[in-house]
């Protein structure tokens, strides 16, 4: 039995079946993402889902959805559903009878004599959508009848039926292709039988978004049906459909399947094989290099998340050095950029961080520091010399926040141009990462002059951390320092001057403001962005665009932080955690079938129930998750 597995009474059910997803990647910036019935909720929905590189390297919808029907006896049942508005058109999801995914998705569905599934994945090599269709069982002849729903857009736009699209088709390899617009690849749509083309093009007008309309954004779109397939299917045949950008071989198609399908990485048969393959897709091929896609569906590479996130999603993952240091050297080629240009002057900092996750995982100091010492250094000088677009360093020892309008750190959401969570000036996390930094580098640097100027900048900030940032009566660090002196908020941003392995703050000090933030921002899904006790605290990621904004980062849980305080406690108090450490973990398998399945949301409402929002299948949420299991997994507890 599938650990992934829905039954006829939760599939029927759309108010349960809608808010569970599916995704598949090929790991190239390919995806296929839809309900577990079929039905596209999101505009981010599709069954062919690219990066374009004459746009920007962007994604694109190009198919966005397959409604099958089964004919016997001249009569038709249409397996598809689409959403007009409250109305569900066609209605194929009362015939589904199972879901499960393991190594693939497969859905069962049972009508009339007639008994059939059909099992999807996305190819490894090739920008491919596979899917399997085998009629199990059926009393008469049966014709199986395939027909495409065509996007060709951005997957954050929505489409409009348009005299400028060419609707035109192209007879190829047992199939058809489509190429709607200039710039776009071909659409190529492929059988392994031979079957009849019928077309019969028509603009399906108003297909509604349900989650585009929660979330307060246009919700409807019309997309283009040319025709369909109609192939004879026997009992115990197996028919594949192909979708892709590249024409392939009809023949093929059928042992290519069988193929990836032996290819696969492992089934998801238990919480930690899900963890482990939700991870995998998050590790993108560019060129010769790999990135990390920190989000699906909407999210592309941010290198923040990608340096937080790298050591995850593979050192702890499956021990792949390789992979991870292509990330970071990969991350390291794009900084520069991303540093002067963007919202990430701390991304230095956050080197040398997750480089320290390296060492955790068995690397020795001096290798790590003969790799990326030079690296480091440069960045850090530069740092002190207030070369960094946006960070300035002062006398005091302390690093200055402030780009205009901009929001410096990964609470970065913007509302009406400007900041929703303003935090210019000295940020906590920013100075303790910055100490921790300049610590890791003074350790290893041989020269003198450089180890004393460095050691002359530590000292700095020893003497004044603390008088800046703490806040005696409250007992917990300020959450930033500016022209009127301490934020007395409550947040988690407090964490990396615990967890880091070089701090300015004394032990007992660490140990006071963990206790007092276990209390107030601790959730079983993440830790809290705000404490409750805030009168602009947020509790519920709902509403529109702007109550959503103003909720992310003032109350949302968020699952990564757990990274931070986990290792914050171990630091302190050692294996004695470890029980509860892995309980608090591990209750995230209670969410593994809901939102994005298999995988693990980027953000929680910071109230109970604490439901899943933001991205269905997030990066740091996942390598959190997998790298401190993996560290206290490998604990000894004594014996008493």
Known sequence: MSYLKFNKEELVNLEYSLGREILLSNRAGGYANTTIVGCNTRKYHGLLVVPISEFCGEKHILLSNLHETLVQHGKSFNLGINSYGKVYEPRGHKYIVDFEMDFAPTITYQVGGMKFSKTL?????????????????????????LKPFLAFRNIHALTEANAQANTKFAPI???????????FP????????????????????????????????????????????EVPIKVGESIIFSAGTKEVDHKALLRRFDAEMAMRDGSRGSFDACLKLAAKQFVVKEGDSYAVCSGYTWDYEDLRATLISAAGLTLYNDGNVESYRAIIDNAIGKMERAVEEGNMPDLPLWLVWSLQQWIRFGAKR???????????????????????SGLYFHENGLLWSKKGNTPLSWMNVTSNGAPVTERAGYQVEVNALWYNALCFAHAQVKEEGVKARLKDIMTRLENNFTNYFWIPERGHLADYFDEGG??????????????????PLSEELQMQALKNLRKELL?????????PKNPIYKGVYEGDQSERDHAHHNGCAFPFLLGAYLDAFLKLEGPSIKKNALALLNAFEEDITIHGIGSVAELYDGDPSHHPHGCISYSASVAEIIRLKSLLNSIKMRKR
């Open 366 to 388: 001096d290798e790590v520091w003969g790799l990326y010492g030079e690296e480091i250094l440069k960045r850090l000088f530069n740092i002190m010399e207030s070369k960094v």
């Open 486 to 503: 301490r934020n007395l908020f409550m947040r988690p941003n407090q964490l990396f001057a615990c967890a880091a392995e070089y701090s």
């Open 186 to 229: 071909t659409l190529n749509l492929q059988l392994n039988k031979k079957s009849t083309w019928v077309a019969s093009p028509d603009w399906y007008r108003g297909i509604t978004y349900k989650e585009e309309s929660r979330r307060g954004f246009a919700d409807k779109e019309d997309l283009f049906v040319p025709g369909y397939f």
């Open 173 to 183: 390899d047992n199939g058809v292709s489509f190429k709607m617009y200039e710039g």
């Open 121 to 145: 994945f996305f190819a490894r090599a090739t920008e491919e959508i596979l899917i399997k269709y085998t009629l199990l069982e059926a009393h008469s002849p049966t014709k199986l009848l």
């Open 523 to 531: 959730t079983v899904r993440g830790i809290r962005s705000l404490s």
